[in-house]
Nanobody, 120 residues
């Protein structure tokens, strides 16, 4: 499956962005989906994940209450709504797909990443 992330950009602290990740080449509804991020000079970290049907969601403590993951299986797309953004949210955000359950992995397919920059 191929994943294409979009929606990144530059935003001031306290602002919002919505990322999208469009999937193609596979049965989207059969994949467990996640978002990860990698800040400059840091390792990639888990952000959030969602179950195949969308009924279960999981969040890193650092984004809980501010970020919301959702999916539209009819559109083969997963979303990440990011509110109350902080400068420490600045990172390249990656979407990923997993064939089997695992909140933080392993994930089988990765998108190319989209850059989110939050200014103070």
């Amino acid at each position: 499956v191929q994943l294409q992330a979009s929606g990144g950009g530059f935003v001031q602290a306290g602002g919002s962005l919505r990322l999208s990740c469009a999937a193609s080449g596979g049965t989207f509804s059969s994949y467990f989906m996640g978002w990860f991020r990698q800040a400059p000079g840091k390792e990639r970290e888990f952000v959030t994940a969602i179950t195949r049907g969308g009924g279960g969601t999981y969040y890193a403590d650092s984004v809980k209450g501010r970020f919301t993951i959702s999916r539209d299986n009819a559109r083969n797309t997963v979303y990440l709504q990011m509110n109350s953004l902080k400068p420490e949210d600045t990172a390249v955000y990656y979407c990923a797909a997993a064939r089997s359950f695992g909140v933080q992995g392993p994930y089988d397919y990765w998108g190319q990443g989209t850059l989110v920059t939050v200014s103070s």
